[in-house]
């Protein structure tokens, strides 16, 4: 089992738990941040994207939560029921053992669906236990105003655009907005809440003790059967497999959008401003994911991406971000405003709390070849793309050739204005690359002369103007000397050989620069300003990236001890934020969809290369 850092989950706890400190579970539609003292406080309703009824984790006193605990001191422990996305936290104290069983049912029938039901079950498993729930609602962010109507056992949270409905087990109390029970239970009792989406066709429903448990086994019968399809049988099994467990709970069913993150504004670093809203479809981000997918085995995964791609994604006539833009809304929507809740204090005070994200609009030229990369892997490992997706990835990559030298805000999204990015030229050149293997490979009709010539030289343009003499390393710009760790994508993305004296080189800088103790800052904010105040943690997907790059250039020793100290960073379900701090803890958004990916790319090449 797991264990968590020891919480006293009686009165007087922290105001915030660690961004760390939580589990995800979720039904492919939405998701629950369940911190280790037992208590949800992040979950929007009806999907990712909308506003947050449980939002504690961004203000502690407006946020909203459902509370749930033992209520005599003692210590936690999560887990997760094993090949499932169903959390267990467990509560030992001098009385007794309890434990709460938190899980969002799937696969249920489509009205069954619309309620996204969260269900606790809370079981004695050893003695005897007093626990106390506490249900407070904060619609829209705390911003709407609900009523309550308590009839017993079950309470129905009505708010202007959102009803809620607990039914319980045990008898309910309230007041005017909250509702709250104690309870004891003896060794071998149980009790059941769920929560559901309820309205004009959704009456509140009961979940009796006998309804949560074959609701339980589903859901784990669920998992199961969707993790079996694996085919990783390495040495990393069980990290990997809970990488693509959450991989798969960041997907959104109805289109086969992949999120970044499922929280907004969880801070890269307390106090500043460094927080966005990252509950969006990046194009990047999507595609990486795809290949992970595929790697896995899960072609499913992929296909429902690319029919997501097919029917949201689809050249336009060239915005301010090109053809494509670099996110989209997990409806497809393109219209992603950002603005501030002002009223909401932020994760231990790191305001602004943000919705929407203002980067949507910004030009980022790499997510051409990250998404012509997946739909090259795709077709390669899956099935052929048809003869209309072709003539799409035709359109992308002519537009690519005539606009690759453009400066653009590059894949950290900076705010400090427009460069000629080495990331971005490189991967300019992947997706002419790869749309001219798929090509060659399938005979299918290209402008092959025009393409071979624009790749080659932007080739020869990184080569020449990305290399600095001084540094002996490939930099983050055209005609600078800034290090930058995306260029460790160089040997990745087969650009350059990973025992190139140049890359060797390049690998060695970084090395000196932006790693410590394994762990890979994307770059310095002091040599290279982004527009925004403050510095950041290591960037996670950057240490596994690092890892890859060690693997390729045959320092396999270092890569394994590289890869080994980054599962000690991991939270105590094998879950990761966006960054990590120089004390070790989480920043950022939570989990994220980028550092699982390449956790396990960095997992599968590690452990070829071992044999």
Request: charged share 25%; with cysteine; proline share 5%.
């Amino acid at each position: 089992m797991a264990e968590t850092p020891s919480e006293q989950y009686g009165p007087g706890h922290s105001r915030y738990l660690p961004i760390a400190d939580h589990g995800l579970i979720g039904d492919m539609r939405t998701v629950a941040l369940v911190g280790s003292n037992g208590t949800i406080d992040w979950y929007c309703c009806p999907s990712f994207d909308c506003p947050s009824v449980f939002g504690a984790i961004v203000d502690a006193e407006r946020g909203g939560c459902f509370e749930l605990a033992a209520t005599v001191p003692g210590r936690t422990k999560q887990f997760y029921f094993p090949d499932t996305n169903v959390l267990i936290t467990r509560f030992f104290t001098e009385d007794g053992v309890g434990e709460v069983q938190d899980f969002m049912p799937v696969g249920a029938g489509s009205v069954e669906t619309e309620r996204h039901r969260l269900i606790r079950r809370v079981l004695c498993v050893r003695g005897s236990l007093p626990f106390r729930v506490r249900v407070a609602p904060r619609f829209d962010y705390g911003r709407q105003a609900h009523t309550l109507r308590l009839l017993g056992d079950v309470a129905v949270f009505e708010s202007a655009d959102l009803s809620l409905a607990l039914t319980a087990t045990v008898p309910l109390e309230g007041d005017d907005r909250d509702v709250w029970a104690d309870f004891k239970l003896a060794e071998g009792e149980s009790t059941v809440f769920a929560l559901d989406q309820v309205g004009e066709h959704l009456a509140p429903r009961m979940c009796a003790r006998v309804e949560a448990e074959t609701q339980f086994a589903a859901t784990v019968e669920y998992w199961r059967r969707w993790l079996h399809a694996s085919r990783y049988r390495g040495r990393w099994r069980e990290m990997v497999h809970r990488s693509a467990l959450t991989l798969k709970l960041l997907t959104y069913a109805p289109t086969g959008a992949i999120l970044a993150a499922p929280t907004t504004s969880l801070p890269e670093r307390l106090g500043g401003e460094r927080n966005w809203d990252y509950r969006y479809v990046w194009v990047r981000d999507a595609a990486f994911c795809v290949y992970a997918m595929l790697r896995l085995g899960f072609t499913g995964e992929a296909e429902a991406f690319m029919k997501f791609v097919n029917r949201h994604i689809t050249p336009g006539d060239g915005g301010p971000s090109g053809p494509l833009q670099i996110m989209y809304g997990i409806d497809g929507r393109t219209d992603l405003p950002e603005y501030e809740l002002d009223h909401l204090e932020g994760h231990q005070g790191s305001a602004p709390v943000r919705v929407g994200n203002a980067a949507a609009d910004q030009l980022q030229l790499d997510i051409y070849g990250a998404l012509i990369d997946s739909i090259y892997l795709y077709d390669k490992w899956a099935q052929p793309i048809s003869s209309d997706q072709w003539d799409e990835v035709c359109a992308l990559v002519d537009w690519v050739c005539a606009n690759w030298d453009q400066p653009d805000e590059g894949i950290w999204e900076t705010r400090g204005g427009r460069k000629k990015f080495l990331y971005s030229r490189l991967m300019c050149w992947v997706a002419i690359e790869r749309a001219i293997r798929m090509a060659r490979r399938r005979g299918l009709p290209a402008d092959l002369v025009r393409w071979l010539q624009c790749r080659d030289t932007i080739y020869r343009r990184i080569m020449q103007r990305g290399w600095s003499v001084k540094r002996q390393a490939f930099v983050q710009h055209e005609d600078s000397d800034v290090l930058d760790a995306s260029v460790l994508m160089m040997p990745l993305a087969k650009f350059i050989a990973p025992t190139d004296p140049k890359w060797l080189s390049t690998l060695d800088a970084l090395t000196q620069d932006l790693v410590s103790d394994s762990l890979v800052y994307r770059y310095d904010p002091q040599a290279s300003p982004d527009g925004l105040r403050g510095d950041e943690g290591t960037f996670s997907i950057c240490s596994f990236w690092y890892v890859e790059a060690l693997v390729r250039a045959g320092r396999l020793d270092e890569a394994r001890l590289a890869f080994e100290k980054m599962l000690t960073y991991a939270n105590h379900l094998g879950l990761y934020a966006e960054e990590i701090s120089h004390t070790g803890e989480q920043q950022g958004n939570f989990p994220q969809a980028f550092t699982h990916f390449a956790l396990i790319s960095a997992a599968f090449n590690l452990d070829r290369a071992l044999g």
